[in-house]
């Protein structure tokens, strides 16, 4: 079978026409009130890192719209809630501070893309602003913005993600206890599923 690789920059825009001039003028280099706006209206956004030894994550983070806060300009903080406790993002994050967010608004198909560079903080302020019920996050990420900007709506509308006839029945995808169990060998998918209910129930935070 013969290989087709895009392989040099000049493969690459032989396939693709150069950017046009205003998907290069959106970016911006700070967090302006269209930037902030759209963090306080985001339950969810996908954070990336690169471990500089070939790895890489994404990792989802959710909580309340505006659980991200922006403490100016150029600073933004996203609190850690308890997890699984591989510390895939924040081990990546020690050895390469860049990072990458995406933030998304359910209902609205833009999304806004951050690039930065992280470092993981315990500051007791921080912590205390950020927590929820009296619980405090296990620690914060204090991203410094290095750019900013505002992605086109296509993705979403090809994928119609939030429109209500794109939803699935759950019942048409095995239970995540169901799927560790088919993944780990001795795993009971019973067990699993209730440890997960209470989890979810009792350890939110």
Not at 120 to 142: C, N, T, W
Request: glycine share 6%; net charge negative; aromatic share 6%.
């Amino acid at each position: 079978m013969t290989e087709h690789s895009i392989t040099t920059v000049d493969d690459l825009y032989s396939v693709y026409k150069q950017p046009a001039g205003r998907a290069i003028q959106k970016e911006i280099f700070r967090l302006d009130k269209h930037c902030r706006d759209f963090i306080t209206l985001s339950p969810f956004l996908v954070l990336s890192t690169d471990g500089g030894d070939g790895t890489a994550d994404a990792s989802p983070r959710g909580d309340a719209p505006g659980f991200v806060s922006v403490l100016d300009d150029n600073t933004l903080v996203i609190p850690d809630r308890p997890g699984n406790n591989r510390l895939d993002s924040m081990l990546n994050i020690l050895r390469n501070p860049a990072v990458g967010m995406i933030f998304l608004v359910p209902g609205i198909n833009e999304t806004l893309r951050i690039n930065g560079r992280a470092t993981i903080s315990v500051d007791p302020e921080l912590m205390e602003a950020h927590a929820v019920d009296g619980k405090l996050p296990r620690s914060v990420l204090k991203i410094e913005v290095t750019s900013a900007y505002m992605h086109c709506a296509k993705a979403l509308i090809r994928s119609k993600l939030w429109a209500e006839e794109s939803k699935v029945e759950r019942s048409v995808f095995p239970t995540l206890g169901q799927v560790l169990a088919d993944q780990i060998a001795g795993m009971d998918a019973e067990q699993s599923d209730a440890y997960l209910e209470v989890a979810y129930k009792e350890n939110l935070y």
